[in-house]
T-cell receptor, first 118, second 116 residues
Framework: DAGITQSPRHKVTETGTPVTLRCHQT?????MYWYRQDPGHGLRLIHY???????DKGEVSDGYSVSRSKTEDFLLTLESATSSQTSVYFC?????????????????FGPGTRLLVL | AQKITQTQPGMFVQEKEAVTLDCTYD???????LFWYKQPSSGEMIFLIY??????QNATEGRYSLNFQKARKSANLVISASQLGDSAMYFC?????????????FGTGTRLKVLA
C-alpha cells in the first residue's frame, strides 16, 4: 500500500470554515496527488506535487490550495468550505520502475477521507 | 471531449466466465500510460494493471489482461475466470504528459457484478 495514510478519515464541517486534509507517505515518493471522487464523475485531479514546494493544478482546483514543505506530507486546504466540496478525497503517490525489461508505472492510493460540508 | 470513456455503467458476468470491460481514450501525446483500478464496496482503490503507449505486448497481471489496440485508442480490461470477489467498480485511467508533468485522468467507471 506504499505506506500512505490520510487524516482525518472522516470530517463534518460547516460552510465557510477552513479545512485541511493531510496525506502522509513513508517511502520517499516524489509525486503525490489529491483527487476527489463524486458519483458519476470517477476520480478528478485537484492538485499534484512533483517535489517539495513544487505543485501544479489539476482539473478541479478552484477552491483548493495545497502545500508540500516535506517530501512525506502533502496538505490539501479548503480555504472556505462549500457544500459542493462534500466528497471523498483520495491522496495518491505514483512510482515508476522497470520489471522484466518493461517500464511499469502505478499509482497507490490512501484510504480516503470522507468530508461532509453542511 | 471526454479523454477516457467507459461506456458500460454496469455489467454482469457468471462466476468462472471471462468478462471484458471497455475503455477508449483520446490523446495527442505520443507518450502515455493506461491503467485499470478496482474499487470494492469498502472504498479503497486498488491498482490492477498498466500499459505503456510504447509497449508492444499487451500487459498481463495474473487473471487480468489489458487488450491494447493503439490505432483504435482502446484499452479494454479482460478478467478471466471471474470470481465473486471481482464484484466492484472498475476505473480506467490515463497518464498524459512528459516525465515530470504527470497528470492522471479517470473514466467514470464500470460496476461489475459477478453472479454465483
Amino acid at each position: 500500500d506504499a505506506g500512505i495514510t490520510q487524516s482525518p478519515r472522516h470530517k463534518v464541517t460547516e460552510t465557510g470554515t477552513p479545512v485541511t486534509l493531510r496525506c502522509h507517505q513513508t517511502e520517499n515518493h516524489r509525486y503525490m496527488y489529491w483527487y476527489r471522487q463524486d458519483p458519476g464523475h470517477g476520480l478528478r485531479l485537484i492538485h499534484y506535487s512533483y517535489g517539495v514546494k513544487d505543485t501544479d493544478k489539476g482539473e478541479v482546483s478552484d477552491g483548493y490550495s495545497v502545500s508540500r514543505s516535506k517530501t512525506e506530507d502533502f496538505l490539501l486546504t479548503l480555504e472556505s468550505a462549500t457544500s459542493s466540496q462534500t466528497s471523498v478525497y483520495f491522496c495518491a503517490i505514483s512510482e515508476k520502475r522497470s520489471s522484466g525489461g518493461r517500464g511499469r508505472e502505478t499509482q497507490y492510493f490512501g484510504p480516503g477521507t470522507r468530508l461532509l460540508v453542511l | 471531449a471526454q479523454k477516457i470513456t467507459q461506456t458500460q455503467p454496469g455489467m454482469f458476468v457468471q462466476e468462472k466466465e471471462a468478462v471484458t470491460l471497455d475503455c477508449t481514450y483520446d490523446t495527442s501525446d505520443p507518450s502515455y500510460g493506461l491503467f485499470w483500478y478496482k474499487q470494492p464496496s469498502s472504498g479503497e482503490m486498488i491498482f490492477l494493471i498498466y500499459q505503456g503507449s510504447y509497449d508492444q505486448q499487451n500487459a498481463t497481471e495474473g487473471r487480468y489482461s489489458l487488450n491494447f489496440q493503439k490505432a483504435r485508442k482502446s484499452a479494454n480490461l479482460v478478467i478471466s475466470a471471474s470470481q465473486l470477489g471481482d464484484s466492484a467498480m472498475y476505473f480506467c485511467a490515463m497518464r498524459e504528459g512528459a516525465s515530470g508533468t504527470y497528470k492522471y485522468i479517470f473514466g467514470t467507471g464500470t460496476r461489475l457484478k459477478v453472479l454465483a
